[in-house]
């Protein structure tokens, strides 16, 4: 889809974000950097929410559904449970490739 | 009631994530010995029931709104945070916390645990669903899992009979050790945990893991399996229309029955009170003031039931997160929040548990967004408005070859009216006083369960009871005063008009004439819309008595149909129709929204915008028809 521009998402160079993978693909959390997503939220508040549920540095995601229009939210396993968020707010969550 | 010789006896709460089966584990614990209330100060309902222990201690238990973290994101999960730290001044702080876990999905649900026991409270730790875990082939240690935590852990069933009998036997052992141990009401030292200490708490819950739980198990093949459909792009969002058609004709079609039953009660009731008592002002009060007036309101209960009964299965399900899933894209559209679908939904029976529903949605702009646009989705209140004004005036003519009628269409006309100003009113609501970001989506979609029929049907016989318990305090205390407008003072001798035209309701019709003249309205209209404002249905009554008839229920509804024929245009009868779509004529979800906004602002801007857009849309509706037909 049309996606977001340039993965530049905080200072992992070429790293990824949650918020671009496509259905099917799989991943592990490498970090949680709430910089560069506009929220409404205080600041620290969105890293300590997906930290509770789960998006946390080690966790397992892969992304199980896509709603419409634009693909948009996604629906992502983390570990056990699953998880519904939106790819604006996905990009604060830091992947790899699972091993 | 009292048997204790203590004063006060103990209470234990229960804490947990949402979806973790905390009121199911609730209900099997009490059973109907439950009740709600609110908490002082906030709306959020306050669940407390009691139970006798295996050791005949009689204890009070809280059901505490889910949450996944003592930081309160959400005036619910303040309730929790504030009664687990004895935050509360009118009560003190539970003497035993029973935290309740999920045993099918720990890793989520422990890390609250592993919160909560930083608090240093007494706490009992209940594996809650064993029997679905065992089933997907987890294994837990609950012994060493009690070591490494270092409080009581014990597996419970909730929908089993005697699935909770070890949690009892528990909080018997653990109130007796409370009662020996000094009464230690330290405040607790709780702090808002930083991201830093959250990740210490995750790495606990992984060390928590690693030890005690032999087999993660399967994860939830088939709940992943029915996705793969319901949360299709295409079959996902066909399947909910579906679901949301299937409601409303269920709305309509099994309540229809009871309402009938009701009706015939009601008038019953009013006949027996008119024979029995002589003619005079009491006998006035109690048949058209008082069981005519909570009469006009009781009816909806049936519609209520079978709207809340499709909610409550659908949230058991775990299919209200797919919903709100499905949707949020669409109603971001206009700014709304996915979890808005929920309220919005609720507001097509009543727009009162709709506006109480927008609680679920943590962001203040969000919610208020919300709770402005909830009276806007056609209650069943107007209904009985539609029905008389198309009965009167749209002719039953078949189209598209009788598939469908003339008058369902200008019925469906009528809601999509309702929704889509709705959508248009969010959209500059959004664009203008709530500016910014949505609240950002971050929710679970629990694996699907069968509904268990008792949570269900103690959720229903809930809201039977708040219903009800409404009716008979706000809605009788206001059709007291609506009969007083409407009765005194009382015609002059050989008044030749209906007796209410000499009434302060008459007078205040009269003076409003003028102004509702642009708009077509006649006084007779004029007079009905004054007692309309306590509930719009009653607005059919005073129409029945203004046109001098007697009749009740369907005849006054035909016959009534064919009186206003008779005497009013057409112009007249459609701009009457675009009135009641946004008129806020309901005091009951005024005062609901003042109570859930704390304040007299939001309902005075939700009153004069509503009004502004009624008197719009009939003026143009007025002129446009007059000028056309």
């Known amino acids: 889809m049309n996606g977001h521009p340039t993965p530049e998402t905080g200072q992992s160079p070429g790293g990824r974000h949650l918020g671009e993978l496509k259905k099917g693909e799989r991943a592990r959390v490498t970090g949680v950097d709430e910089r560069g997503v506009v929220t409404t939220l205080p600041e620290g508040e969105l890293e300590r929410r997906m930290i509770e549920m789960g998006l946390v540095e080690g966790s397992h995601v892969e992304v199980l559904h896509e709603a419409f229009p634009g693909r948009d939210p996604i629906a992502i396993r983390v570990n056990e449970h699953t998880l519904a968020l ?10 790899a490739p699972a091993a | 009631m009292s048997v204790l010789d203590s004063a006060l006896p103990p209470r234990i709460a229960l804490v947990g994530n949402p979806n973790c089966g905390k009121t199911a584990l609730f209900n099997a614990l009490t059973g109907s010995r439950q009740k709600v209330a609110n908490y002082p100060g906030v709306t959020v309902e306050r669940k407390i029931g009691h139970f006798v222990s295996p050791l005949g201690r009689r204890v009070q238990v809280i059901d505490l709104p889910g949450t996944y973290s003592l930081r309160a994101r959400s005036p619910d999960e303040e309730v929790t945070r504030d009664v687990v730290l004895g935050r509360f001044s009118h009560e003190d702080s539970p003497d035993l916390l029973v935290c309740v876990a999920d045993a099918t999905n720990l890793r989520l649900n422990l890390r609250l645990v592993v919160e909560m026991k930083r608090l240093g409270r007494p706490i009992i730790l209940a594996l809650n669903m064993m029997d679905a875990a065992e089933k997907r082939g987890c294994r837990i240690d609950a012994a060493a899992l009690s070591a490494a935590l270092g409080v009581p852990v014990v597996p419970t069933v909730a929908i089993r009979r005697g699935g909770v009998q070890p949690l009892l036997e528990q909080i018997d052992g653990a109130m007796a050790m409370a009662t020996d141990a000094a009464e230690t009401p ?18 606990e819950v992984e060390g928590l893991l690693a030890g005690c739980v032999a087999d993660a198990g399967l994860p939830p093949l088939a709940t992943r399996r029915v996705d793969a459909v319901l949360l299709h792009p295409v079959f996902g969002l066909a399947f909910l229309f579906l679901v949301l058609f299937l409601m409303f004709q269920a709305v309509f079609a099994w309540a229809e029955a009871p309402m009938n ?24 009060l109690l048949t058209d003031g008082i069981i005519a007036g909570v009469g006009s309101v009781v009816i909806f209960l049936p519609q209520i039931l079978v709207l809340f009964f499709f909610i409550l299965v659908l949230e058991a399900t775990g299919y209200l997160a797919r919903a709100a899933f499905l949707l949020d894209r669409l109603m971001g559209g206009v700014g709304l929040h996915g979890r808005a679908f929920i309220p919005l939904l609720s507001s097509f029976a009543c727009a009162v548990p709709g506006v109480m529903a927008a609680r679920t949605i943590e962001n203040r702009a969000d919610r208020l967004a919300t709770i402005m646009i909830a009276p806007l989705m056609t209650c069943s209140a107007r209904l009985p408005v539609y029905t008389l004004l198309i009965a009167a005036f749209v002719p039953d003519r078949p189209l598209l070859g009788g598939l469908v ?46 509904p268990n029929p008792r949570d269900i049907a103690l959720g229903l016989f809930e809201r039977a009871k708040v219903f009800l318990a409404r009716a008979g305090t706000t809605i009788f205390a206001l059709m007291i005063v609506m009969w007083f407008l409407a009765s005194f003072p009382g015609a002059p001798e050989g008044a030749t008009e209906p007796a209410i035209q000499y009434s302060i309701a008459g007078m205040i019709g009269h003076a409003l004439e003028p102004l509702l003249a642009p708009i077509g309205f006649t006084w007779q209209i004029a007079v009905a819309l004054v007692p309309g404002i306590a509930a719009r249905e009653v607005a059919v009554g005073v129409l029945g008595t203004i046109y001098a008839l007697s009749d009740s229920g369907d005849a006054l509804q035909s016959s009534l149909a064919g009186a206003l024929a008779a005497s009013w245009s057409l112009p007249t009868a459609l701009s009457l129709l675009a009135w009641y779509v946004f008129a806020p004529q309901c005091v009951a979800t005024l005062s609901v929204v003042k109570r859930e906004t704390n304040g007299w602002f939001w309902p005075v801007v939700m009153f004069v915008y509503m009004i502004t857009l009624a008197y719009g849309a009939s003026f143009i509706t007025y002129r446009v028809a007059s000028a056309l037909l």
């Open chain 2, 261 to 284: 039953l009701i009706d015939g009660a009601v008038s019953g009731l009013k006949d027996w009170v008119a024979a029995t008592l002589p003619d005079g002002a009491l006998r006035s």
């Open chain 2, 186 to 203: 330290a405040s607790c030292g709780w702090s808002e945990p930083s991201s830093r200490d959250l990740r210490a708490y995750h790495q």
């Open chain 2, 405 to 450: 009628g003339l008058p369902g269409l200008v019925m469906f006309a009528l809601y999509a009216a309702g929704i889509l100003s709705a959508l248009a009113v969010a959209f500059v609501l959004k664009k203008t006083v709530f500016k910014g970001e949505r609240e950002p989506l971050l929710m679970e979609l629990p694996a699907y369960r069968l």
């Open chain 1, 86 to 95: 939106r790819r604006a707010e996905a990009r604060a969550v830091l992947v």
